[in-house]
């Protein structure tokens, strides 16, 4: 039923939960990753994020496997920085933020349908590159924002 009380039709995706991931290092500098995205036809600069599997209820691990994944990060220190719905006009996805620190880098091992680039880049750049709408993925400029808002 609408809100108007009218019949109707209305399509619902549904997804596992995710996360994105704000990796900052010691030089206040974060891992961004860049890829293709089909859905859009252009490339994309993000923060790292990914989906939780089937089953997964700990997004800090699901948090900490996507970061290792698709940069090679590791991170001693996590903290939440709260969620965000995804599209939620269409979507049921619900992405957890996190900001990772006391980094380890080693190598990414990126799913076989992945073909990522990484750049790290130092804080303040990303968020001028997200007023410059140069980072336009919706998570990420969440996360970015809301990292600046609770730093100042």
Not at 10 to 32: F, N, T
Not at 56 to 62: L, P
Request: hydrophobic content about 40%; aromatic content about 6%; overall charge negative.
């Amino acid at each position: 039923m609408r809100p108007d009380g009218g019949e109707g039709i209305y399509g619902v995706v549904e997804l596992r939960p995710s996360v994105g991931i704000v990796a900052l290092d010691e030089r206040d500098e974060m891992v961004l990753v860049g890829q293709w995205r089909y859905a859009l036809d252009r490339y994309s600069w993000e923060i790292p994020r990914g989906g939780s599997r089937a089953g997964e209820t700990d997004m800090q691990a699901v948090a900490a496997r996507e970061l290792r994944e698709e940069t090679g990060v590791s991170a001693r220190h996590w903290q939440p920085l709260g969620a965000v719905d995804l599209n939620n006009g269409v979507t049921t996805d619900i992405e957890h933020l996190f900001l990772a620190t006391g980094l380890e880098i080693g190598p990414a091992q990126p799913e076989g349908d992945e073909s990522i680039a990484t750049r790290w880049v130092p804080f303040e750049q990303a968020l001028a590159m997200v007023l410059a709408g140069e980072i336009t993925e919706c998570c990420s400029v969440a996360a970015i924002a809301k990292l600046a808002v609770l730093r100042r």
